[in-house]
């Protein structure tokens, strides 16, 4: 009963991309590194693959950040309106992801709300140009995979007891040492969960980049578009992809490390 | 007191961030103007209307909402057997298969859509139609497997062995007392597939050929060529779209059990 379903993924999925893995390895039809090697050499490439890992990185810390303050408020909330402010924060991830990156143009745009604000006041004679720069699209990204974050610390929120907090107060902590001793550790599942998937969902975007932030601010997966659309450059085009799984596989592995140990 | 209104500020600001944008949409796409501004020149409904008028607009909605109810049924008829067989029986390499069946959910969207289409449908010769809905198909799978799987392991097992007791056949049992018993898990297995379909993006970017697009790819098309509202009021009427099944879903099922 489950062979059709695993004969349909491995025959559609596995195969198809185990072998344009396999491409990054072969140059001129032999099997070698050197593709490796002259992809890191050339600076562009480079500055894409740390560009993307530094916004998914940061897109996972402040969202992180902002996660556990929300998630914190809304679990002290009374069960009715809890659940009205979680349907709130899941709803933005039932909307196409097109609709809520277009949303960014009309706000940081040439005549977007922020530059009339801008222009408005006096700060500036002529607008300044916020799309197609990182600030945007890290706003972008911000935007898109914030509510996986609070959503996963509000569910391991909501499984620790009522009375620790408090406790810890009475004993002495201060603030920041009932969230470091306290919460932080009885929460770290959730973190690690969110964290996945708010960093792997940040590096394998497609549309905040392309919208945001064009040719200009490129990240690993629209400059893997443009080198098959452009150069068709398939060399270039398997080691982006085994680049972007490995970074995938690797957070996931890692964080489940971390959040074991 | 002073506590309350910092946390409720807290959270009015969260949600401001991640749901004020979608405000934005609805009123620039009330614009009375010709170019995307906000606050929008004028109100009309103009933009609203004229995106019913943009021919290639029908055309893509039609083949998204043909992807997203077919592929995901498609991935149900599969997927709900691997799941109760994954769910009942002790199968050798159980976690390999649930691996092997999560594992477009894993693997990038664009690398999927990549690979599908140099490795299978150039050589192969698909259309590009059976292309999207393959691919659809097995994005929705993963879904459609954890989410009954989900609804299955709620389920006692031992009503299903009296009903073999009765005189049911396997097939029976399965058919008149399993199935009626997750209905509610399968909905909800249909809903979230048929939204993450339609939503889709990167895996449908290199698999659309000429003419024959998703409706979320020919917006970005269409976003390159023109600066007017009429995306922004498409995208607000999708995004009503979605909220409607999925606050019906809610109402309905619990909907938000099975995200």
Known sequence: MVLPAA???????????????????????????????????????RTVFFRTLKLG?????????????????????????RGRIFGLVILPLM?????????????????????????????????????????????????????????SLISSMENLPKDVIPAARVLGASWLQVFTRVILPLTREGLVLGGTLVFT??????????????????????????????????????IIATILIVMCFGANVVLRRIAKA | MGKTWASRLIIFTTLL????????????????????????????????????????????????????????????IIGVPAAYAICRYKIPGAETIKLIVAAPIIVPGI????????????????????????????????????????????????????????????????SKVVLPNIRSGILAAFILGFVTSFNQVPVSLFLSGPGVRTLPIDMLDYMEITYDPSVAALSALLAFLSMGIVFIAEKTLGFSRYV
């Open chain 2, 17 to 76: 961030f991640l749901i004020g944008p979608f405000f934005i949409i609805i009123f620039a796409g009330l614009s009375a103007g010709s170019s995307l501004s906000f606050p929008p020149q004028g109100l009309s409904l103009k933009w609203y209307l004229a995106v019913f008028e943009v021919e290639s607009f029908r055309q893509s909605f039609t083949l998204s909402m043909f992807l997203a109810v077919c592929g995901t049924l498609c991935a149900l």
């Open chain 1, 201 to 238: 969902g940040a590096l394998t975007a497609y549309i905040t980049p392309a919208i945001l932030g064009g040719s200009k601010v490129l990240m690993l997966e629209t400059l893997l578009y443009q080198k098959v659309n452009v150069s068709n450059d398939f060399v270039s085009a398997g």
């Open chain 1, 7 to 45: 004969v349909f993924t491995a025959a559609l999925f596995l195969l198809p991309v185990g072998i344009l893995l396999s491409e990054g390895f072969k140059v001129g039809g032999e099997w070698t590194l050197a593709g490796y090697a002259d992809f890191f050499s050339k600076p562009l490439n």
């Open chain 2, 111 to 174: 690398i999927v859509g990549l690979a599908l289409l140099r490795y299978l449908v150039v050589p192969l010769n698909f259309t590009v139609t059976l292309a999207l809905f393959l691919a659809h198909t097995a994005l929705v799978l993963p879904y459609a497997v954890r989410v009954v799987s989900a609804s299955l392991e709620n389920l006692r097992t031992d009503i299903e062995e009296a009903a073999v007791l009765l005189g049911c056949t396997r097939l029976q049992a399965f």
């Open chain 1, 95 to 151: 909307i196409s992801p097109v609709a809520r990156t277009y949303a960014w143009i009309v706000i940081l745009g040439r005549t977007g709300i922020v530059n009339d604000a801008i222009v408005g006041l006096g700060l500036s004679d002529t607008p300044i140009r916020f799309l197609f720069t990182e600030t945007a699209v890290f706003l972008g990204l911000l935007q898109l995979f914030m509510p996986l974050m609070i959503i």
């Open chain 1, 57 to 81: 990185l940061l897109v996972a810390l402040v969202s992180a950040i902002v996660g556990y303050a929300s998630a914190f408020c809304i679990v002290n909330l009374e069960p009715k309106q």
